[in-house]
Structures are given as structure tokens and as C-alpha cells.
């Protein structure tokens, strides 16, 4: 059985475990990182400090959900893994793991930093930002296609499955059996199209802003597969935040355009190569699988077992469900085709 840290007792584990020495002055905060874990930030008065990442069983939403507790060690193989595939300091290094206890430890971010998520819902829309993350997508993408050593190590989707298959796209079936064939094909195709590591929690409440440096976080999902759900899965946020703002979406819009203009650039070289698999990172089919998985996890965000905190009213619940099932009805060609038709909903 685990020892669950808490912020009222992991000073005193710390000290155990000879991280903080005996006499050393250290305060605990817990952070609110999403709700599969236990995050929290060490300060330190001498020394740098870090943040410890503690796994759980059972997540923290309404509807019961659990994972396994070894899902922590993907994400700190992937950190460490991207150091080498994102430039320096974008995502924190590892600094000690406890493998009886299922916990790491992490650099800590300036705290002050800013939850690009906090930002959006603020109404402060940095096209930089959202140009930047498309370069860091890109660049994932890109430096792992069809990397063997990737796939040996993370060709294991039972965590994805756990957190996201499951959770968003075989629930939302439940309340729209109408698409359970559609469904079940949009994972059959997720399954043959496994080409690059993917994330699949490429999200506003995990990208940390600071001055101008951006940080990564929360890498439990990763699995080598197919980068349109990474697409999909981002874009989504973009799209339900145009929605949520409703006259001014158009400004989430423009930074779903400079996202997908700088990913796409920073791909670009599989896209021209001709070489044997590329043809699935080429742009016409690359934004055909990307929108269905738009799609489905737009609407997983109002039916799914993981719902947005932001739309609580019925109305704005509903055109997320309309638009979400017209992708999937009559599906757009293009990412900007997929714009246009929301602009044109929410103007009418």
C-alpha cells in the first residue's frame, strides 16, 4: 500500500527520504494540476524549488473513473524523453523518484507563472502563444515519426485507453448511440495510424506561461500513436472557448489559425518527403482524421465523463453538441472549413 502524500505531511516524507535535510525550512502548497494526481510545490528558503507529482488511483471527477498508479512512470519517461525533442526549460526536468510510493519530483516553474487556461477564460488571447505551441507540437510530432525506440517503449495504450478512449469517446456513445458505429471506427483508425509520440493532454490547463518562456506539463497519456488525436484534442479547447465567448470567439478562432499554420510548417518536411508512411502526415489526410477527433472530443466535453468547468449553461452546452455532430454528419475538408462553419452557426 502507498504512503499518500499530503501537503500537511510531505515536509516530514521529504525529510525521511533525505530530499529536505533535518533542520531545513520548507513550506507545501497543493496545486490544482488536473484530477488524476497529487501536485504539490515544495518552497524552499535555501535551495531550489520543486514540485512533487504523487499518482492516485481514483480521479477526482463526479462520475467514478480510475486509472492505474503506474501511469506516473510514462509520464516521467516522456519528460525525460523530450528534453532531447523541445527546447531547454520548455518542459521542467526530473529531479528523484520514489517508485515504492508511485511519486517524482519535478523543477519547480516560476511562481508566478500564469495557466494559459486562467488567460483564455480572462480574455487575453496572445496569438504568440498559440504559434509557439504549434512549433512545440510540430516538433514532437516530427522527431518521433516512426521512431522504433518510441514505439517499443510506449506502444502500450492501456493508460490512453483508461484516461481518454474510455472516459471520452466510448462514454459519449451512451448519450448519442446514434454514432456508436462512428465511434467504434474513429478508434479502429486511431489504432492503424500509430506513427509518433502523442501526448493526448496537449491542453490549455497543462501549457504555464511565465514572461515570455512557455512550459509543457502533465505527460501521464502519452503513448506512441496517431498525432491526429493530439490535433483534435487541442483544438477542441480553442473551439469550446469560441463558443463560451460567444460574440468575441472569433478571437479563439484566429488562435486555432496561427496554431495549425505553425504546426503545420514544422511538419512540413513529412508531408513533402514521399517517403513510405508519410502519406499519413501529409495535410489533406492529417486534417481529415483531425477533425473527427475534433469532434468527438468537443463533444466529450459536454458528454463525456470529463466535462469543461466553463459551460454551464444549457444553451451554450447544446450548440457545442450541434456543432460537434455536424462534423461528424457532414464533415468539413479543411481546419479552416471547420472555422468558418462555427463562425457561421454562431452568427446566425
Given at each position: 500500500?502507498?504512503?499518500?502524500?499530503?501537503?500537511?505531511?510531505?515536509?516530514?516524507?521529504?525529510?525521511?527520504?533525505q530530499?529536505?535535510?533535518?533542520?531545513?525550512?520548507?513550506?507545501?502548497?497543493?496545486?490544482?494540476?488536473?484530477?488524476?494526481?497529487?501536485?504539490?510545490?515544495?518552497?524552499?528558503?535555501?535551495?531550489?524549488?520543486?514540485?512533487?507529482?504523487?499518482?492516485?488511483?481514483?480521479?477526482?471527477?463526479?462520475?467514478?473513473?480510475?486509472?492505474?498508479?503506474?501511469?506516473?512512470?510514462?509520464?516521467?519517461?516522456?519528460?525525460?524523453?523530450?528534453?532531447?525533442?523541445?527546447?531547454?526549460?520548455?518542459v521542467?526536468?526530473?529531479?528523484?523518484e520514489?517508485?515504492?510510493?508511485?511519486?517524482?519530483?519535478?523543477?519547480?516553474?516560476?511562481?508566478?507563472?500564469?495557466?494559459?487556461k486562467?488567460?483564455?477564460?480572462?480574455?487575453?488571447?496572445?496569438?504568440?502563444?498559440?504559434?509557439?505551441?504549434?512549433?512545440?507540437?510540430?516538433?514532437?510530432?516530427?522527431?518521433?515519426?516512426?521512431?522504433?525506440?518510441?514505439?517499443?517503449?510506449?506502444?502500450?495504450?492501456?493508460?490512453?485507453?483508461?484516461l481518454?478512449?474510455?472516459?471520452?469517446?466510448?462514454?459519449?456513445?451512451?448519450?448519442?448511440?446514434?454514432?456508436?458505429?462512428w465511434?467504434?471506427?474513429?478508434?479502429?483508425?486511431?489504432?492503424?495510424?500509430q506513427?509518433?509520440?502523442?501526448l493526448?493532454?496537449?491542453?490549455?490547463?497543462?501549457?504555464?506561461?511565465?514572461?515570455?518562456?512557455?512550459?509543457?506539463?502533465?505527460?501521464?497519456?502519452?503513448h506512441?500513436?496517431?498525432?491526429?488525436?493530439?490535433?483534435?484534442?487541442?483544438?477542441?479547447?480553442?473551439?469550446?472557448?469560441?463558443?463560451?465567448?460567444?460574440?468575441?470567439?472569433?478571437?479563439?478562432?484566429?488562435?486555432?489559425?496561427?496554431?495549425?499554420?505553425?504546426?503545420?510548417?514544422?511538419?512540413?518536411?513529412?508531408?513533402d518527403?514521399?517517403?513510405?508512411?508519410?502519406?499519413?502526415?501529409?495535410?489533406?489526410?492529417?486534417e481529415?482524421?483531425?477533425?473527427?477527433?475534433?469532434?468527438?472530443?468537443?463533444?466529450?466535453?459536454?458528454?463525456?465523463?470529463?466535462?469543461?468547468?466553463?459551460?454551464?449553461?444549457?444553451?451554450?452546452?447544446?450548440?457545442?453538441?450541434?456543432?460537434?455532430?455536424?462534423?461528424?454528419?457532414?464533415?468539413?475538408?479543411?481546419?479552416?472549413?471547420?472555422?468558418?462553419?462555427?463562425?457561421e452557426?454562431?452568427?446566425?
Amino acid at each position: 500500500m502507498i504512503r499518500e502524500i499530503t501537503a500537511d505531511t510531505v515536509i516530514n516524507y521529504l525529510k525521511e527520504m533525505q530530499q529536505l535535510s533535518p533542520g531545513e525550512e520548507a513550506s507545501a502548497e497543493a496545486l490544482a494540476w488536473g484530477v488524476s494526481n497529487i501536485v504539490i510545490r515544495i518552497d524552499r528558503q535555501a535551495g531550489d524549488d520543486f514540485v512533487i507529482k504523487q499518482s492516485r488511483k481514483q480521479l477526482r471527477t463526479q462520475t467514478e473513473w480510475f486509472s492505474q498508479l503506474e501511469r506516473i512512470w510514462r509520464e516521467l519517461e516522456v519528460m525525460q524523453e523530450l528534453q532531447n525533442l523541445l527546447p531547454a526549460g520548455v518542459v521542467p526536468r526530473v529531479l528523484f523518484e520514489d517508485r515504492d510510493n508511485y511519486l517524482f519530483a519535478m523543477e519547480a516553474i516560476d511562481k508566478d507563472h500564469k495557466v494559459w487556461k486562467a488567460e483564455l477564460l480572462d480574455g487575453i488571447f496572445d496569438l504568440s502563444v498559440a504559434s509557439r505551441l504549434g512549433n512545440y507540437l510540430g516538433a514532437i510530432h516530427r522527431l518521433s515519426f516512426e521512431s522504433q525506440q518510441f514505439q517499443e517503449r510506449w506502444s502500450d495504450w492501456t493508460i490512453f485507453d483508461q484516461l481518454r478512449i474510455d472516459p471520452f469517446y466510448r462514454f459519449i456513445v451512451k448519450t448519442h448511440p446514434e454514432i456508436k458505429d462512428w465511434v467504434d471506427d474513429l478508434i479502429a483508425e486511431m489504432e492503424g495510424n500509430q506513427i509518433c509520440l502523442v501526448l493526448a493532454d496537449f491542453s490549455p490547463k497543462n501549457i504555464l506561461i511565465s514572461g515570455d518562456q512557455i512550459y509543457l506539463v502533465d505527460f501521464e497519456t502519452a503513448h506512441y500513436g496517431d498525432p491526429a488525436f493530439d490535433l483534435g484534442f487541442f483544438l477542441s479547447h480553442l473551439m469550446l472557448k469560441a463558443i463560451y465567448f460567444r460574440e468575441r470567439g472569433a478571437h479563439c478562432i484566429r488562435l486555432v489559425e496561427c496554431f495549425w499554420e505553425q504546426y503545420l510548417a514544422e511538419i512540413q518536411s513529412l508531408s513533402d518527403s514521399g517517403d513510405k508512411g508519410t502519406d499519413k502526415m501529409g495535410q489533406q489526410e492529417l486534417e481529415r482524421r483531425t477533425i473527427r477527433h475534433l469532434a468527438a472530443c468537443m463533444l466529450a466535453r459536454v458528454d463525456g465523463k470529463s466535462t469543461v468547468d466553463y459551460l454551464c449553461e444549457p444553451g451554450l452546452q447544446d450548440q457545442v453538441r450541434s456543432f460537434a455532430l455536424s462534423l461528424i454528419l457532414d464533415p468539413p475538408s479543411t481546419i479552416h472549413q471547420s472555422t468558418l462553419r462555427l463562425s457561421e452557426m454562431q452568427n446566425s
